[in-house]
Nanobody, 125 residues
Framework: QVQLVESGGGVVQAGGSLRLSCAAS????????MGWFRQAPGKEREFVASISRNAREAIHADSVKGRFTISRDNAKNLMYLQMSSLSPEDTAIYYC??????????????????WGQGTQVTVSS
């Protein structure tokens, strides 16, 4: 069973920074492309970023490019999303994901195979 556990969400002022973490087992990190999706109130879930198994390829949605950075530490079985220059439009539940294929697939509409429970990020104006 694939278990993904997010942490690091919270409330931050506009312009601030926050780092999300996702923990999973060694098998998950060795097997899957990892990523982040988010869902804002009243909106559909959207792709945020994805990263290949060996961390050589990182894909970011246009809406977060230059502000968010995805990374992974396979030795620690942790994935991160460093978020900066946050705006109220970034307010959402952020989900850690794992899936097959390529990192770019998830920016092209592929749905991940596994999802975490989500962590709330609220950006106040």
């Amino acid at each position: 069973q694939v278990q993904l556990v997010e942490s690091g969400g919270g409330v931050v002022q506009a312009g601030g920074s926050l780092r999300l973490s996702c923990a999973a087992s060694e098998v998950v990190f060795r097997t899957y492309v990892m990523g982040w999706f988010r869902q804002a109130p009243g909106k559909e879930r959207e792709f945020v970023a994805s990263i290949s198994r060996n961390a050589r390829e990182a894909i970011h949605a246009d809406s977060v490019k230059g502000r968010f950075t995805i990374s992974r530490d396979n030795a620690k079985n942790l994935m991160y999303l460093q978020m900066s220059s946050l705006s109220p439009e970034d307010t959402a539940i952020y989900y850690c994901t794992a899936g097959r294929g390529l990192a770019v697939d998830y920016n092209n509409g592929r749905t991940p195979d596994y999802w975490g429970q989500g962590t709330q990020v609220t950006v106040s104006s």
